[in-house]
């Protein structure tokens, strides 16, 4: 008799085992990082008005449509954090691969690059606004200059990268938002 019991126990562990494990990881495991490493933000339209491109003509930012955007903005002029910032959106464009087409660099300032500047990164879209922290609240934060912004092909802002962001890792992030888009592929 004793024996049927612990038999009957032992069936009845090894089947109701996975289910207290399950519900033990949900009330007590967190994984130490979450999926993505830049900020998601709310996805809000992004369309500025009365922006200039680097030659003084109108920029219209929906030409950009269709592409997914990194924006790094600098109010105050590109100093050396806006300019880590390009060189890191730069590098990943390139690294990026056969999806570079995808993707376009957009520097949002007050002032024009210097032709140097300029030469170092070709292909890149500036577009000019006096007052920088008025076109969007996220552009109004006292740290803007140190972030680099994604824009979706709908001309959304969704994501907001950390200042001195790790360039691997926003790398896997872009990567996986080109993955699963459909909108953005040429």
């Not at 600098?74 to 690294?95: H, I, K, M, T």
């Not at 552009?139 to 691997?168: K, S, T």
């Not at 993955?179 to 040429?186: A, D, L």
């Amino acid at each position: 008799m004793q024996r049927g019991r612990l038999e009957l126990l032992l069936v009845l562990l090894v089947f109701a085992a996975p289910f207290l494990a399950a519900e033990w990881a949900f009330r007590h495991w967190r994984p130490e990082r979450p999926g993505n490493y830049g900020t998601l933000l709310g996805a809000r339209e992004f369309a500025p008005a009365g922006l200039e491109d680097g030659a003084g003509r109108p920029f219209d930012l929906a030409s950009l449509r269709g592409r997914w955007v990194l924006l790094v903005a600098a109010p105050g002029g590109c100093g050396e954090s806006c300019r880590r910032n390009l060189r890191l959106v730069r590098q990943l464009r390139l690294a990026s691969g056969r999806d570079r087409g995808r993707i376009e660099r957009l520097l949002l300032t007050a002032t024009r690059l210097d032709a140097d500047l300029a030469r170092e990164h070709p292909g890149m879209h500036q577009a000019l606004s006096k007052d920088v922290p008025a076109l969007d609240p996220e552009l109004g934060r006292p740290d803007v200059g140190r972030h680099v912004y994604v824009l979706d092909p709908l001309g959304r802002m969704v994501l907001r990268f950390p200042p001195e962001a790790d360039g691997a890792r926003m790398l896997q992030d872009l990567k996986r938002l080109l993955k699963y888009s459909k909108p953005g592929r040429g």
